[in-house]
């Protein structure tokens, strides 16, 4: 009975041990974090770091990522891509081997915390627009988010190559 109750109490020790370590690194984490975050206003917190990326024409699926950071002069650069996925063969996209894409590259500005304004290129390709080739934008666009969504929208929507509408989503957390 003495080895029973020891064994028990073993066992419930060493259960408790991983805890007590996972709980030990996501402290470090938080405050890792936290010293990250200071100096930033609540409003540079949601719009910086990493953040999904979507075209509808690609997928809303299948997300890529834009990054959003602060140089060291201040200024703050947007990078990112979304890539199509390769469909298995038999699906309806399956049969279709195409390499669409949209990318991001310039500098954004706050403007509040659902408004900000992009200013670069921005890079799309889809095979059933534009004859499946590459269209360029370059210029100042505004991304805008409205209540109950996750994303920014960029507002520009209108193709210039096939007047057709183009969703380009960065998502946030709320």
Known sequence: MKRLIFGVILATLLMAIPGNIDAKKKATR????TESTTGLSAVERRVLGKHLLTLQWISWESYGSVTIKKEADGTLSCRGEQLARKCPKGTEQGNIDNDDYVKLDGTIEIVDKDH????GEIRTKVYHINNGQEVLRQGTFNFVTKENRHYWRMQEQLNPADECTDYIDIYYSK
Do not use: D, G, V
């Not at 900000?116 to 200013?119: A, E, Q, V």
């Open 30 to 33: 938080k405050k890792a974090k």
């Open 116 to 119: 900000l304004i992009f200013n």
